[in-house]
């Protein structure tokens, strides 16, 4: 048993490394909205550290980051999203183009992803 989870500790540690990609940032970052009230679906350029409203929310893209080479298959942004009326954000944090269900945002009226950064 202690060889075992040794084993595992080496692999983990061994794997976490390698997992490390380069990465470049992007000047901005594209993001679909939808409306799930009216069922509009919007795209959306957001340039970094600027933002854009649709509707009652206004998103803050504060940074675009993808792997060297591949600024749609693994990008990720950080973004800050708020509503009209409330003073905390709705969503803060990072979301990835290729898992957009690994951090969404929970609004009841809005959905927001994350599709690629914009490059030039």
């Known amino acids: 048993m202690k060889r075992l989870t040794?084993?595992?500790?080496?692999?983990?540690i061994a794997t976490s490394g390698a997992a490390?990609?380069?990465?470049s940032n992007g000047s901005g970052v594209n993001v679909r909205a939808l409306d799930k009230?009216?069922?509009?679906?919007s795209d959306l350029e957001i340039a970094a550290r600027q933002k854009t409203t649709?509707?009652?929310i206004t998103i803050t893209a504060d940074e675009c980051r993808y792997p060297n080479g591949n600024a749609a298959g693994e990008a990720y942004a950080h973004m800050t999203i708020t509503e009209i009326g409330i003073d905390a954000p709705v969503y803060q944090g990072w979301m990835i183009a290729s898992?957009?269900?690994?951090n969404p945002m929970d609004?009841?009226?809005?959905?927001?992803w994350v599709l690629r950064c914009i490059t030039s």
């Open 99 to 102: 898992s957009p269900a690994l």
């Open 6 to 12: 040794a084993l595992a500790c080496a692999c983990v």
């Open 54 to 56: 649709i509707g009652r």
């Open 37 to 41: 009230l009216t069922g509009k679906v």
């Open 20 to 23: 490390q990609l380069a990465t």
């Open 107 to 112: 609004h009841p009226r809005y959905d927001v």
